[in-house]
């Protein structure tokens, strides 16, 4: 079961913030902070930058406005501490074999719909199955995963998963909100696309759907209350508005205004704005998502990227927090691995490569790699001249980005050549058939909690996988297979740590760093915290403790609204 859950994709890293640099001054150590206690009550309304489409969470892998609130509607069997750590949400107990195929699972027998109705096995088999149908609206190595597992009801609150093979990041796919199968269960896929329900939606979050709000025929916002009735302990705000804007901008406007207490988005442009502003707290998150260089270690008229060396130079010849001020505004960090920073999976003990051009220089010429004479300023070593060329995304972004790689290493007296192509001739005429020399890419690393590097790393992958690098390297590929069929978070750490360290060794691509995700709230709500994100929705992972402050907005009255029988 090589189950390759990690997508590349190709983004903009503009508007991101390095949280290291938000530092703020601390208080005299004999001064004493007054912690207001946490009330009840209150409305809490948040500009959501982006467009309703469906509140339904199979329906909403590629709209990340839809996924905001579909946390806060719908509950899942396992959530994922910030660390990556699994956490139990609708699951009361689990077992699993001791092969590692078999998972057993027991759900709370206290939970309820929003209708009253009690949450059963057959609401999770019933939201499998619509994964399963779900061709071209869920993710497809999602959509295959699910078919390659048998699941099996036991009773109304045991339910049965067996694997064809041990895999253990499978407690990565039983994250998914669940759907109410007594209001959804006559309706086939196509059939649901097009369903009431998903603008009446009824979960078992801790919140649950009021009404829309309306203008002109458009859908500009979305009511929710609090679920009195909600199994773990109900939220304290009893009201969230959220009232959508095309951009940050109209949203930080809509701030000043006094029409909402929240942003859901701070890019650069309005940064410099909510730095300042005395109402406002912003809060910063490590983005799921790695930008590197892939270099081709299997294509003949590149030989030099086979040595360790070379490619330990040209990372010294980097200029990355150059980059990172210049292109980001400062609003990135540095990566050093594969691996997300801030997880269990992360080895700490990785040393960052910093930027010396001098021992670049050095590295290339202990490599034989030397000035050919006084017509040429190209280093070459036995009549081969050290030039490639680098692809990048065809976007301003990356231009710039590509750009300063290239000064960078040009000044090591190595020729590059930069060219910027589509997203889909990046992957279906240079990654997947591996021709190429060198790549700039960004991997999105979303919804995979579980770091699993294997997908790009293993030498399995080299032919046919995303293995794009072809990094053919035994050790690191067994601490990735013996990672992948143990079950022991303690045992799939050390694992994770042994390849960290091969990885630095060997270096088969160049680690770059990762963006950051920005939110402002006012400071009149307070109880919020956030750790790494491992998609946006996450910064509701503590929403339950999240309160208000001094006066309260009043809630929005709104008329009864009767759940939706799935069918408009």
């Not at 899942?76 to 699951?91: A, W």
Request: hydrophobic share 40%; glycine share 6%.
């Amino acid at each position: 079961m090589k189950k390759l859950r990690w997508q590349l994709l190709i983004i903009f890293l503009t508007g991101l913030v390095v949280g290291i640099l938000l530092i703020n001054e601390k208080p005299d150590a004999s001064s004493t902070v007054d912690v207001p206690e946490p009330q009840q009550g209150g409305v809490y309304t948040e500009a959501l930058v982006g467009k309703f489409q469906r509140l339904n969470p199979v329906l909403d892998y590629y709209n990340a406005a839809d996924r905001e609130l579909n946390r806060l509607l719908f509950s899942r069997m396992i959530t994922f501490e910030e660390r990556g750590i699994p956490k139990l949400e609708l699951v009361e107990t689990y077992g699993i074999s001791q092969d590692g195929t078999i998972y057993n699972i027991t759900l709370r027998p206290d939970v309820k719909w929003h209708d009253g109705k009690t949450l059963t096995t057959n609401d999770i088999l019933f939201t499998i199955n619509m994964i399963r149908d779900g061709e071209g609206v869920v993710p497809d190595d999602i959509r295959s995963f699910w078919t390659e597992v048998d699941v099996k009801t036991l009773s109304e609150t045991t339910i049965q998963f067996r694997l064809e093979e041990p895999f253990a990041p499978f407690l990565d796919y039983l994250s998914f909100g669940i759907l109410p199968e007594h209001l959804l269960g006559n309706l086939s896929f196509e059939q649901m696309i097009d369903s009431g329900f998903n603008f009446q939606p009824v979960g078992s979050g801790p919140y649950a759907f009021d009404a829309l709000i309306t203008e002109n025929n458009q859908i500009k916002g979305v009511i929710l209350r609090a679920n009195k009735d909600y199994f773990e302990n109900p939220p304290l705000i009893e009201q969230m508005v959220f009232r959508y804007y095309d951009n940050s901008s109209d949203a930080l406007k809509a701030f000043q205004d006094g029409l909402v207490l929240g942003i859901s988005k701070v890019d650069s442009s309005i940064l410099g704005e909510t730095l300042i502003d005395p109402n406002l707290a912003l809060y910063t998150a490590r983005e799921p998502r790695l930008t590197l260089i892939f270099f081709n270690l299997k294509n003949q008229e590149v030989p030099f990227f086979q040595d360790v060396n070379v490619r330990k130079a040209l990372l010294s010849g980097l200029n990355r927090q150059k980059m990172v001020d210049k292109i980001f505004n400062s609003q990135a960090i540095i990566a050093n691995g594969p691996i997300l920073p801030g997880t269990w999976a992360y080895y700490d003990g990785i040393k960052s490569v910093a930027y010396d051009p001098n021992l670049a220089t050095q590295l290339i010429k202990d490599a034989g790699y030397v000035l050919g004479g006084e017509n040429t300023t190209i280093r070459a070593k036995e009549g081969v001249e050290f030039r490639f060329e680098l692809l990048y995304p065809d976007n301003e972004t990356h231009r710039q980005l590509a750009e300063m790689i290239q000064q960078n290493w040009e000044a090591l007296n190595i020729s590059v050549n930069i060219r910027g192509v589509s997203y889909s001739e990046l992957i279906n005429s240079h990654l997947n058939p591996r021709s190429y020399q060198a790549v700039l890419v960004d991997l999105d690393l979303s919804w995979t909690p579980d770091p699993d590097p294997y997908p790009f790393w293993d030498q399995v992958q080299a032919t046919g996988g995303q293995n794009y690098s072809q990094w053919d390297n035994f050790v690191a590929s067994d601490y990735l297979e013996q990672a992948r069929i143990t079950t022991n978070l303690i045992d799939r750490s050390l694992f994770y740590r042994n390849f960290q360290v091969v990885f630095e060794e060997e270096l088969p691509a160049l680690p770059l760093f990762y963006p950051v995700y920005n939110f402002a709230i006012s400071k009149q709500v307070q109880g919020v915290t956030v750790g790494p994100l491992f998609d946006t929705s996450d910064r509701f992972q503590t929403v339950k403790n999240w309160y208000i402050i001094g006066p309260k907005p009043e809630t929005i009255t709104t008329p009864s609204l009767e759940s939706s029988s799935g069918e408009e």
